[in-house]
């Protein structure tokens, strides 16, 4: 058995919800100088009608990452034909690749990438995209051994924070 994505239904909600909050606050939590602001973002991302909302569009699949006992341990985002910004290049948005704490570096993130890139080329996408946060060092290593090239700076902007953002993209 290995890793396998199991594409969401709303019964899959509560979980995706669970695990993007924990996964997110372990990852991401402490580079927002605002909890309010922190709070704010967790709610317009992972919040059950939110999540239910993004299900029910036809160009975006959330996914739960399955461990080889099947049990879920990550979660995956992707949005199908859409523009990379400032290029005429049309692909897969990656939105969000995310593991839960206790899943986090045991060599999982090769095979889920291989499965996204499938993912993106069975929509007839011939590019995959991202974007990542430039201090998360390790991600942008990640995704540069997996074919990936950073293409534009940009600013991730907040009430009280700005952070620099790599847009990073693969041609399929």
Not at 12 to 36: A, M, P, R
Not at 45 to 53: D, F, H, L, N, V
Not at 92 to 101: A, D, G, M, Q, R
Request: charged share 15%; hydrophobic share 40%; net charge neutral.
């Amino acid at each position: 058995m290995s890793i396998t994505l199991k594409l969401a239904t709303v019964q899959d909600v509560q979980i995706l919800h669970e695990i993007g909050i924990k996964s997110y606050c372990h990852h991401f939590g402490h580079l927002w100088n605002n909890k309010t602001e922190l709070d704010d973002y967790l709610f317009k991302e992972y919040t059950p009608s939110k999540i239910i909302s993004d299900i029910n569009l036809a160009n975006t699949d959330w996914f739960l990452i399955q461990s080889p006992l099947s049990i879920a341990i990550g979660l995956v985002k992707l949005s199908y034909h859409l523009p990379i910004p400032e290029s005429s290049a049309i692909g897969t948005l990656l939105n969000k690749v995310y593991f839960s704490p206790h899943s986090t570096g045991q060599g999982f993130g090769k095979a889920v990438f291989q499965i996204i890139e499938q993912l993106a080329m069975k929509q007839g996408d011939q590019w995959l995209w991202l974007d990542v946060l430039a201090d998360n060092h390790q991600a942008i290593r990640f995704y540069q051994s997996n074919g990936m090239q950073k293409i534009k700076e940009i600013m991730f902007t907040s009430q009280t924070q700005q952070t620099l953002e790599y847009l990073m993209s693969k041609k399929l």
